[in-house]
T-cell receptor
Framework: ETGVTQSPTHLIKTRGQQVTLRCSSQ?????VSWYQQALGQGPQFIFQ???????GRGNFPPRFSGLQFPNYSSELNVNALELDDSALYLC????????????FGPGTRLTVT | QKEVEQNSGPLSVPEGAIASLNCTYS??????FFWYRQYSGKSPELIMS????GDKEDGRFTAQLNKASQYVSLLIRDSQPSDSATYLC????????????FGTGTSLTVIP
């Protein structure tokens, strides 16, 4: 069984640039959720994708957008990067049925300068 | 407002002791509760999930749920230095599908 993978591991961008982060879900999982985790904080829900459709969104501006592909992999896009976007971005995959257990990938550390 | 509250710690226990981690949540209708362990610089790792009132045991870990009090806890028996990490409580709120809301985590240090 293949676990959740994310790329890249680390990324450094300049304020105002755009970034794309990628996630491959665990085998058998069809739902992908994205989280932002600032230092010393718990993960904050960004949005979730199920069957290529957005299935809920947290309190993040529209410059955070995403996609899910037919193979259930997913992308997170962030436009017009701000310094406060510096964080660990986590992808989690799950089945779309109880118990809804989510399994996280290793994360992408984004630094905006 | 969907809130999940945890004591940030740090919590220190001697090796071999029981570590007790607590979490409260704001929505009485919540159905599913999860504990994750996160080592410094790593991603969260699922330890346990619990859905029914009472205790659920898995090895050295016991999750306890009291829906009436909106309280979920994690007990770690025979604590080991390798248990030193931040423990995150996550709640799946009703009518939000499969969306998790996390607390800020409790930092645990097990002293050899």
């Amino acid at each position: 069984e293949t676990g959740v993978t994310q790329s890249p591991t680390h990324l450094i961008k300049t304020r105002g640039q755009q970034v794309t982060l990628r996630c491959s879900s665990q085998s058998g999982h069809n739902t992908v959720s994205w989280y932002q985790q600032a230092l010393g904080q718990g993960p904050q829900f960004i949005f979730q994708y199920y069957r290529e459709e957005e299935n809920g969104r947290g309190n993040f501006p529209p410059r955070f957008s995403g996609l899910q592909f037919p193979n259930y992999s997913s992308e997170l896009n962030v436009n017009a990067l701000e310094l406060d976007d510096s964080a660990l971005y986590l992808c989690a995959s799950s089945e779309a049925a109880p118990p809804y257990e989510q399994y996280f990938g290793p994360g992408t550390r984004l630094t905006v300068t | 407002q969907k809130e999940v509250e945890q004591n940030s710690g740090p919590l220190s226990v001697p090796e071999g002791a029981i570590a007790s981690l607590n979490c409260t949540y704001s929505d009485r209708g919540s159905q599913s509760f999860f504990w994750y362990r996160q080592y410094s610089g790593k991603s969260p790792e699922l330890i346990m999930s619990i859905y029914s009132n009472g205790d659920k045991e898995d090895g050295r870990f016991t999750a306890q749920l009291n829906k009436a009090s909106q309280y979920v806890s994690l007990l770690i028996r025979d604590s080991q230095p390798s248990d030193s990490a931040t423990y995150l409580c996550a709640v799946n709120y009703p009518n939000t599908g499969n969306q998790f809301y996390f607390g800020t985590g409790t930092s645990l240090t097990v002293i050899p």
